[in-house]
């Protein structure tokens, strides 16, 4: 699509560029099938699923029984090609489509496809155009129900999807957490007119009201007024102006508040009431400010009645006359507010546009069920949320002159909450929310670009044969610190902003350039090398009373989780001395009394009946996992405690994977007879978590682990690392007893927590009495 890069347009519309080049927004058209599209009044939203070809880090046991010397390394590591599922949704305007379907046609390879999904008014308009370019035949699918389908999609797969909009706060935009059970909620969808739709299950809608006043009569009305023919130029005339000087309000009337009836002065009591008896010239700015709050509110109210009458709390706005524009979302908010006292809240999806676009492919792709799987936001090819206020930052962009992509891959296994979750419909993963605290903000974004040289250096490091890899490297350098750049102007354009969004968001960069595991030989280094003290470390506990052995085994806990590299303060220290181990780190922790210090009381429950089943979530190769948790899974395994072993699916910096947990527990099984018999007996299992993160996000795991969680009447959850303890979970309540430790290893956090640099936190917890 060489046109596409600048395209002409007639002298009467605006000139804009493409602000990608065109192989970035069509991704992977060699592999595309099952396409559809969405053409409203002004935007196209074109969809298709892809297969994308990426390299995987896979280990592979040696066989021990002909190891040649002690010095072997105990796996070796590949790298291999894996094929998995990704979903494309692109919008651009409808100027553009002509161009956009030649760049489809010129580059699209599978000829299996022949049909495609089409869904909005603008698929008559477009449709034998469609049908000539890709030589696809147009099927139409009815709009409202691809819009629920899309609705529910979204609200299932992306965590911060919901957002409530607040004007003039330090973030504009508020996340919701998303319920574990997404239904019933109410649509309203405004277009031209308003539908109001209750949403019941998967399959189950009905249209319950609607109005004719929607966004088609402000752009009419609008134009009648003003003689503005552009939706977007109305709103920027609207932003811009005084609804008083055009509506008539209670002070005018009564000369102030209207006490009796609880009506305050400034409330509208006629929109567009001064204009009958005032004998001045309006402005454009004016007048279209007190149009867009009357039918604001004649929606809002319309919203409140229904939701009331239909008993429902959730309330999900979108259509073209919403589109992301503050003015619009500031007027419904306030409406829904003062008509509801404050009970209901005006809720907008971040991906409102796609939700036509993706209810349409969903409609095609029904044979190969895509609800069955879980999927996730890739943010390495994601546009994410973009402000539109024109004051906000100088970097902001125009929307309808933008490509905005939305990516999402199709995870390996079904993600679900854990079952031991207090409340899994208010649990919020993250400790400290970014997009609402600047300092903290600033602060995070500064140190993850001054480690980004480190990063690409590992990069370059795990892969020494391959002569691209410091190309790719540097790729991936640039595209992350465009994202960083991205966030530091729109922190909430991928949801709320926090610690593990931008550890994910730079994991998901790296996988994109091909860096699936740049920590692999320093884990395999580690491993080996704490597999030859494993047993000193046991044979020291077991001389030592209970007493002094509980303390040893805590403490060699922490000083393992200080062996990590995703910590610079430790990274700097590893890197620069080869002698730093086990030792080294216990005389780094910081002195009892620690900074949260519940091990008295852990103690004291020791002293009590052993628990039935203890969840442990696993953190660092090496150090951490060999002389840290196994002594610790030893002794909860001599007292009687089932102990079900938790480690990433896929890797995420030196954390330890499920495949490597399992080649690290045979070995060790060999070499002690606990673990061993442990495995035998079938009390001691290791699963997957279903995450491929440094932070724990306990609504989103494995189903595999959800089910042994309930099958084993799991009564202790243990949570170890910075990541999974302190960024995430800290404030996380279970219904059962949690153990949460970790070692501070930024300064930064730990004077924000009231500590200094290697503080412990230990936090023995309890669940609420009923």
């Given at each position: 699509m060489a046109a596409c890069s600048r395209l002409e347009r007639s002298s009467h519309s605006m000139d804009k560029s493409i602000t990608l080049p065109p192989d970035e927004i069509f991704r992977n058209l060699e592999n595309a099938k099952r396409f559809a599209i969405d053409i409203g009044g002004s935007l196209t939203k074109l969809a298709y699923y892809s297969t994308v070809q990426h390299k995987?880090?896979?280990?592979?046991?040696?066989?021990?029984?002909?190891?040649?010397?002690?010095?072997?390394?105990?796996?070796?590591?590949?790298?291999?090609?894996?094929i998995t599922a990704r979903?494309?949704?692109?919008?651009?305007?409808?100027?553009y489509i002509e161009t956009c379907l030649d760049f489809i046609k010129d580059h699209l390879v599978n000829t299996e496809t022949k049909v495609i999904k089409a869904t909005g008014g603008g698929a008559y308009k477009f449709k034998d155009l469609i049908e000539k370019k890709l030589k696809l035949k147009v099927d139409k699918e009815?709009?409202?129900?691809?819009?629920?389908?899309?609705?529910?999609?979204?609200?299932?797969?992306?965590?911060?999807?919901?957002?409530?909009?607040?004007?003039?706060?330090?973030?504009?935009?508020?996340?919701?957490?998303?319920?574990?059970?997404?239904?019933?909620?109410?649509?309203?969808?405004?277009?031209s007119g308003v539908s109001i739709v209750k949403v019941e299950s998967e399959d189950k809608f009905e249209r319950i009201g609607g109005s004719s006043i929607g966004g088609g009569t402000f752009w009419?009305?609008?134009?009648?007024?003003?003689?503005?023919?552009?939706?977007?130029?109305?709103?920027?005339?609207?932003?811009?102006?005084?609804?008083?000087?055009?509506?008539?309000?209670?002070?005018?009337?009564?000369?102030?508040?209207?006490?009796?009836?609880?009506?305050?002065?400034?409330?509208?009591?006629?929109s567009f009431g001064k204009s009958a008896t005032t004998d001045k010239e309006f402005s454009k700015e004016d007048m279209a400010k007190s149009l867009l709050h009357m039918i604001s509110n004649d929606i809002g109210q319309l919203a409140c009645l229904y939701a009331k009458l239909h008993n429902l709390t959730r309330v999900y706005f979108g259509g073209f006359f919403i589109r992301g524009h503050p003015v619009t979302m500031h007027t419904i908010t306030y409406s829904i507010n003062f008509f509801t006292k404050g009970e209901v809240q005006a809720l907008f999806l971040r991906h409102e546009g796609y939700l036509g676009a993706i209810g349409a492919f969903l409609k095609g792709a029904e044979e190969d069920n895509p609800n069955q799987y879980s999927w996730g936001e890739n943010y390495a090819g994601s546009s994410g949320l973009m402000s539109v206020s024109p004051d906000l930052n100088p970097m902001q962009r125009a929307r309808s002159g933008t490509f905005d992509m939305l990516e999402m891959d199709r995870l390996e296994r079904q993600l679900v909450n854990l079952p031991l979750l207090q409340d899994a419909s208010s649990y919020i993963p993250d400790t400290m929310d970014l997009t609402e605290d600047a300092v903290a903000r600033e602060y995070w974004l500064y140190c993850f670009e001054e480690a980004l040289g480190g990063v690409v250096k590992r990069a370059?490091?795990?892969?020494?044969?391959?002569?691209?890899?410091?190309?790719?490297?540097?790729?991936?350098?640039?595209?992350?610190?465009?994202?960083?750049?991205?966030?530091?102007?729109?922190?909430?354009?991928?949801?709320?902003?926090?610690?593990?969004?931008?550890?994910?968001?730079?994991?998901?960069c790296l996988n994109e350039f091909n860096f699936p595991d740049p920590y692999s030989k320093i884990k395999q280094r580690e491993n080996?090398?704490?597999?030859?003290?494993?047993?000193?470390?046991?044979?020291?506990?077991?001389?030592?009373?209970?007493?002094?052995?509980?303390?040893?085994?805590?403490?060699?806990?922490?000083?393992?989780?200080?062996?990590?590299?995703?910590?610079?303060?430790?990274?700097?220290?590893?890197?620069?001395?080869?002698?730093?181990?086990?030792e080294e780190a216990k005389q780094k922790l910081q002195e009892r009394p620690w900074l949260v210090d519940s091990y008295n009381e852990w103690i004291e429950r020791l002293k009590g009946p052993p628990h039935?089943?203890?969840?442990?979530?696993?953190?660092?190769?090496?150090?951490?996992?060999?002389?840290?948790?196994?002594?610790?899974?030893?002794?909860?395994?001599?007292?009687?405690?089932?102990?079900v072993l938790a480690s990433n699916s896929g890797p995420a910096l030196n954390d330890v994977t499920y495949s490597e947990l399992q080649i690290l527990t045979e070995r060790i099984a060999a070499m002690d007879s606990v673990i061993q018999s442990g495995i035998k007996d079938d009390r001691l299992i290791l699963v997957q978590s279903g995450s491929s993160s440094p932070c724990l996000d306990l609504s989103r795991l494995d189903k595999g682990l959800s089910t042994v969680v309930r099958e084993r009447h799991t009564d202790l959850v243990i949570i170890e690392g910075m990541g999974r303890a302190i960024h995430t979970n800290y404030y996380a309540t279970l219904r059962c007893e949690s153990l949460k430790l970790a070692v501070i290893k930024n300064s930064w956090l730990a004077e924000r927590l009231g500590g200094k640099i290697f503080s412990v936190v230990f936090k023995f917890e309890q669940p609420p009495q009923s």
């Open positions: 995987v880090a896979k280990v592979r046991s040696f066989d021990h029984s002909v190891k040649e010397t002690e010095d072997d390394p105990l796996y070796e590591i590949s790298v291999q090609e894996e979903l494309h949704f692109i919008k651009f305007e409808n100027a009815d709009e409202m129900s691809c819009l629920i389908k899309g609705c529910n999609f979204v609200l299932k797969n992306i965590p911060h999807e919901a957002f409530v909009y607040v004007k003039h706060a330090d973030s504009e935009f508020r996340f919701q957490t998303t319920q574990p059970d997404i239904f019933p909620y109410l649509l309203i969808n405004i277009g009419g009305l609008g134009a009648l007024l003003t003689k503005t023919k552009r939706f977007d130029e109305l709103l920027q005339l609207a932003s811009r102006g005084q609804h008083t000087s055009v509506d008539m309000l209670v002070k005018d009337i009564y000369g102030g508040a209207y006490g009796t009836l609880g009506l305050t002065g400034d409330l509208i009591a006629s370059i490091a795990s892969q020494p044969d391959l002569p691209q890899a410091k190309e790719r490297a540097e790729k991936f350098r640039q595209k992350y610190r465009h994202k960083l750049q991205t966030l530091r102007h729109q922190p909430f354009a991928y949801g709320s902003l926090t610690v593990r969004s931008l550890l994910d968001t730079r994991e998901h080996d090398l704490a597999l030859k003290y494993f047993q000193k470390v046991v044979k020291s506990l077991e001389v030592l009373s209970w007493e002094e052995r509980q303390f040893a085994l805590v403490k060699g806990l922490l000083a393992g989780n200080v062996f990590d590299w995703g910590a610079k303060a430790v990274s700097d220290v590893l890197e620069s001395d080869a002698g730093f181990g086990f039935k089943c203890a969840l442990f979530f696993v953190d660092n190769s090496g150090i951490d996992i060999i002389l840290g948790v196994f002594p610790f899974v030893r002794e909860l395994l001599c007292r009687g405690t089932e102990v």
